[in-house]
């Protein structure tokens, strides 16, 4: 068993003490948390997807016979594997499946390809991949070979669909494992349960240690907040492997609950709407872009939403005068929600007054997150003075899974993670989001780091150098601009896009809108920092348009 502990970047055991002591910490395992929820309500229906319904029963079964199969195919505790799925049932008996046996899944999201999913191998020390044959339009197949030719330690390929006559379909390991019962395992309630992946300014995405004691301190403590119990319906319309639809308070909230989870491929309002009245939905978690799409939607259709009571709204900031629409437009209760994926979660409570609701993006989930503000130079800022965020608590990582420069970067010498994010503190401990200190671009909820893509265009040989910066955008919140001085001749912008879809990388990380320019700066370059270079470009762009 490798790498199930974070020997140098886990919490120190006074933090470990204090958390149990607390009950934040109970040691509950995933695959216990189904169980137990299993034998209160066996026949409740757990899970809708496309056709598919299944119960708690069911759900548990299935988990303990893909946790059985896999083990039998070689598998052992500790291993990792790069999930690739959409919305889909599997999606939920998977990891499950996979909490079970202990194997720590790592999430893709449905838009990545190969560049992505090979990096997450590869820095995951991945042995298995596992996908959907086909989904939106594009095979995960090839993907797949690919992936083996340039990582020969993923060994395993599993498919969910037509899995061809070259890799091993889920339902062949399922019907391996069929009437095993797998519950205890190597894992224990401190160990990873999963990998996720951060939307850092920095690079490359880099991967994020989740246990099951603090991630399932979060759901119980999201679960309430949300107001979540048996009767819940949640529907997730975002891509289900992003923290957010999947913990604040997410599909995994919602079973912690007892609830029903619906699950739409499509967050479009047209499918939404209609599986709102279908399934009685009571909640669902979405990005302001959507937000703003299904109100424009709904004003137009007047769409049947009597069930729903509240919408989760994060990701990325919503501006006031949208917040605003929420509960005339959809009659619910609007929740506000900042997290991120290392950890740190806030909610707008249900029973706020408006004005916290529209203004703010929520307060801690735990009495027991600590939140710095601070200047440029770590001191920190008088009361209600915008700074820098740091935060350290019961479910925020100490590090980074294997990458200790970034861990170097990205936490303090006590243990704080730096966000990133710029925040004001409001008297009553609500935070206001301000911006970003790092370079990334936030588009529609999806973070791209402005290096990693610079990193791709330049190597292009068309391209002497590039700087990627965000631009506000009505729509998407943010879109990303490339600038570009080009070696000789000047490529077309479509060439260039269409370039970097083939090498493989997600379709929203190519530029929105590319700028060439003769040079960047009157100030030599190479003088000034990137950081420096991007705010310049940022600024010249204000005054252009
Ligand atoms: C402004 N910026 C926000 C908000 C996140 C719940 C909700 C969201 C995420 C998430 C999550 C924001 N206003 N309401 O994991 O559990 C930006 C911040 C933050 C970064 C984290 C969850 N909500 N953000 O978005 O890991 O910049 O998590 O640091 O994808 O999104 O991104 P991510």
Same mark, same amino acid.
């Given at each position: 068993?490798?790498?199930?502990?974070?020997?140098?970047?886990?919490?120190?055991?006074?933090?470990?003490?204090?958390?149990?002591?607390?009950?934040?910490?109970?040691?509950?395992?995933?695959?216990?948390?189904?169980?137990?929820?299993?034998?209160?309500?066996?026949?409740?229906?757990?899970?809708?997807?496309?056709?598919?319904?299944?119960?708690?029963?069911?759900?548990?079964?299935?988990?303990?016979?893909?946790?059985?199969?896999?083990?039998?195919?070689?598998?052992?505790?500790?291993?990792? =594997?790069?999930?690739?799925?959409?919305?889909?049932?599997?999606?939920?008996?998977?990891?499950?499946?996979?909490?079970?046996?202990?194997?720590?899944?790592?999430?893709?999201?449905?838009?990545?390809?190969?560049?992505?999913?090979?990096?997450?191998?590869?820095?995951?020390? #991945?042995?298995?991949?596992?996908?959907?044959?086909?989904?939106?339009?594009?095979?995960?197949?090839?993907?797949?070979?690919?992936?083996?030719?340039?990582?020969?330690?993923?060994?395993?390929?599993?498919?969910?669909?037509?899995?061809?006559?070259?890799?091993?379909?889920?339902?062949?390991?399922? #019907?391996?494992?069929?009437?095993?019962?797998?519950? #205890?395992?190597?894992?224990?309630?401190?160990?990873?349960?999963?990998?996720?992946?951060?939307?850092?300014?920095?690079?490359?995405?880099?991967?994020?240690?989740?246990?099951?004691?603090?991630?399932?301190?979060?759901?119980?403590?999201?679960?309430?907040?949300?107001?979540?119990?048996?009767?819940?319906?949640? +529907?997730?319309?975002?891509?289900?492997?992003?923290?957010?639809?999947?913990?604040?308070?997410?599909?995994?909230?919602?079973?912690?609950?007892?609830?029903?989870?619906?699950?739409?491929?499509?967050?479009?309002?047209?499918?939404?709407?209609?599986?709102?009245?279908?399934?009685?939905?009571?909640?669902?978690?979405?990005?302001?872009?959507?937000?703003? +799409?299904?109100?424009?939607?709904?004003?137009?259709?007047?769409?049947?939403?009597?069930?729903?009571?509240?919408?989760?709204?994060?990701?990325?900031?919503?501006?006031?005068?949208?917040?605003?629409?929420?509960?005339?437009?959809?009659?619910?209760?609007?929740?506000?929600?900042?997290?991120?994926?290392?950890?740190?979660?806030?909610?707008?409570?249900?029973?706020?007054?408006?004005?916290? =609701?529209?203004?703010?993006?929520?307060?801690?989930?735990?009495?027991?997150? *600590?939140?710095?503000?601070?200047?440029?130079?770590?001191?920190?800022?008088?009361?209600?003075?915008?700074?820098?965020?740091?935060?350290?608590?019961?479910?925020?990582?100490?590090?980074?899974?294997?990458?200790?420069?970034?861990?170097?970067?990205?936490?303090? *010498?006590?243990?704080?993670?730096?966000?990133?994010?710029?925040?004001?503190?409001?008297?009553?401990?609500?935070?206001?989001?301000?911006?970003?200190?790092?370079?990334? =671009?936030?588009?529609?909820?999806?973070?791209?780091?402005?290096?990693?893509?610079?990193?791709?265009?330049?190597?292009?040989?068309?391209?002497?150098?590039?700087?990627?910066?965000?631009?506000?955008?009505?729509?998407?919140?943010?879109?990303?601009?490339?600038?570009?001085?080009?070696?000789?001749?000047?490529?077309?912008?479509?060439?260039?896009?269409?370039?970097?879809?083939?090498?493989?990388?997600?379709?929203?990380?190519?530029?929105?809108?590319?700028?060439?320019?003769?040079?960047?700066? *009157?100030?030599?370059?190479?003088?000034?920092?990137?950081?420096?270079?991007?705010?310049?470009?940022?600024?010249?762009?204000?005054?252009?348009?």
């Amino acid at each position: 068993m490798t790498n199930l502990t974070i020997p140098q970047h886990g919490w120190p055991d006074e933090y470990v003490q204090r958390y149990r002591q607390a009950g934040h910490w109970q040691g509950e395992t995933f695959g216990a948390l189904l169980r137990s929820r299993a034998e209160q309500h066996p026949d409740r229906i757990a899970v809708v997807g496309g056709s598919k319904n299944l119960t708690y029963a069911q759900l548990d079964e299935h988990a303990s016979a893909i946790a059985a199969g896999l083990l039998a195919q070689g598998f052992q505790a500790g291993d990792r =594997i790069v999930v690739h799925l959409p919305n889909i049932p599997e999606f939920i008996t998977v990891v499950f499946g996979l909490f079970r046996a202990g194997i720590i899944p790592l999430y893709a999201l449905p838009a990545h390809r190969i560049t992505e999913i090979e990096h997450f191998a590869k820095s995951g020390g #991945a042995t298995g991949y596992l996908c959907a044959a086909e989904h939106g339009g594009f095979n995960y197949l090839g993907l797949a070979t690919t992936l083996q030719e340039r990582c020969p330690d993923v060994e395993h390929v599993i498919v969910i669909g037509d899995a061809t006559d070259r890799y091993t379909s889920l339902q062949d390991i399922e #019907a391996a494992g069929a009437n095993t019962d797998v519950l #205890a395992t190597a894992s224990s309630a401190q160990d990873i349960a999963f990998l996720q992946i951060s939307g850092g300014s920095t690079g490359l995405s880099k991967l994020i240690p989740r246990t099951h004691d603090d991630y399932i301190y979060t759901l119980r403590e999201s679960a309430r907040i949300c107001e979540l119990d048996g009767d819940s319906v949640l +529907l997730c319309a975002l891509p289900m492997a992003h923290n957010f639809p999947m913990s604040s308070p997410g599909f995994l909230g919602t079973l912690y609950a007892g609830g029903r989870v619906v699950l739409s491929l499509s967050p479009s309002p047209e499918a939404c709407f209609e599986l709102i009245k279908r399934e009685k939905v009571t909640q669902c978690s979405l990005v302001p872009p959507l937000l703003m +799409l299904w109100l424009d939607a709904a004003e137009r259709s007047k769409p049947n939403l009597s069930s729903l009571r509240v919408i989760q709204v994060g990701g990325a900031k919503l501006i006031p005068e949208v917040a605003q629409r929420v509960r005339p437009t959809l009659g619910v209760t609007l929740q506000q929600v900042f997290g991120m994926a290392e950890g740190l979660v806030n909610y707008t409570r249900l029973g706020d007054d408006a004005e916290t =609701i529209i203004e703010t993006q929520g307060r801690p989930i735990s009495p027991d997150d *600590e939140l710095l503000i601070v200047d440029d130079d770590g001191q920190a800022v008088a009361d209600g003075q915008a700074g820098h965020l740091l935060t350290r608590g019961p479910y925020t990582i100490r590090g980074y899974y294997n990458n200790p420069a970034a861990n170097q970067r990205s936490f303090t *010498e006590d243990g704080y993670y730096r966000t990133g994010d710029i925040v004001k503190l409001t008297p009553d401990g609500y935070l206001v989001v301000q911006g970003r200190a790092g370079d990334h =671009i936030n588009r529609a909820g999806e973070k791209i780091s402005a290096e990693e893509i610079e990193n791709h265009l330049l190597a292009n040989p068309a391209v002497f150098d590039a700087a990627v910066v965000s631009v506000p955008d009505t729509y998407l919140g943010e879109r990303s601009c490339a600038f570009i001085i080009p070696r000789n001749e000047k490529p077309r912008a479509v060439e260039l896009k269409k370039w970097m879809r083939e090498r493989g990388i997600a379709d929203f990380k190519v530029p929105d809108q590319i700028i060439f320019v003769d040079t960047f700066s *009157e100030t030599a370059v190479g003088k000034i920092s990137r950081k420096t270079l991007r705010a310049q470009l940022r600024a010249q762009l204000d005054t252009t348009q």
